[in-house]
């Protein structure tokens, strides 16, 4: 059987992307990653999720080995966004939110795949989406398959860069998720998770936590209400 390194950052995607793993693979790491963020709140999220999703799923969490959480507070000091500096959320000239932090996909799945060698894991799971993405190149299937290609050549793997959510949209997300977990992974992803660019967590909403106005928020408020319409039909 094989094993599998989820990259966990404490927001929606990667929830069900650890989800996805947990029901196919036999041994499951999960990494996280401290770039500079200007909140701490996601970084405290993913604790958070990891330690329900082990009481709430006792098959889970006899496969659910170590989390690793990786210092890579460089990347925000050479990157001026507004994920890693004070800064308003707005779109650059290049046509990208200025929270695009260039390179960040492609050094988180760099590391992971450094660990998961040394790990042992075959497979590296993200959440990257081409769906209803914010314009990031990184996340982009091309993007993936050619870091795939570069990563196997240059450490002599054959690793395989997971993607479950590439082609879904949010409201498909929150319902992959209640395939894998039932209503009750469903509630735990909602209340556990934060996907807001500015860590908001003091507002309660019926998606979950955040600010409510942020690019992020307003991404899954929308897929949350498009989720809840077709479950109540
Ligand atoms: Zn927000």
Known sequence: MEGALVLLSGGQDSATCLAWALARFERIETIGFDYGQRHRSELEARQCLLTALRSAFPDWAERLGPDHVLDLTVLGRISETALTRDHAIVTTDAGLPNTFVPGRNLLFLTFAAALAYRRGLKHIVSGVCETDYSGYP??????????????????????????????????????????????????????????????????????????GTCPACDLRAKGYAAFIATVSQ
């Not at 870091?147 to 319902?175: C, H, S, Y």
């Open 138 to 211: 990184d996340c982009r299937d091309d993007t993936i398959k050619a870091l795939q290609v570069t990563l196997n050549l240059g450490m002599d793997q054959r690793f395989v860069l997971d993607t479950p959510l590439m082609w879904i949209d949010k409201a498909e997300t929150w319902r992959l998720a209640e395939r894998l977990g039932g209503k009750e992974l469903v509630e735990m992803i909602r209340t556990e998770t934060l996907s807001c660019y500015r860590g908001d967590t003091e507002h309660m909403h019926a998606w979950g936590r955040g600010c």
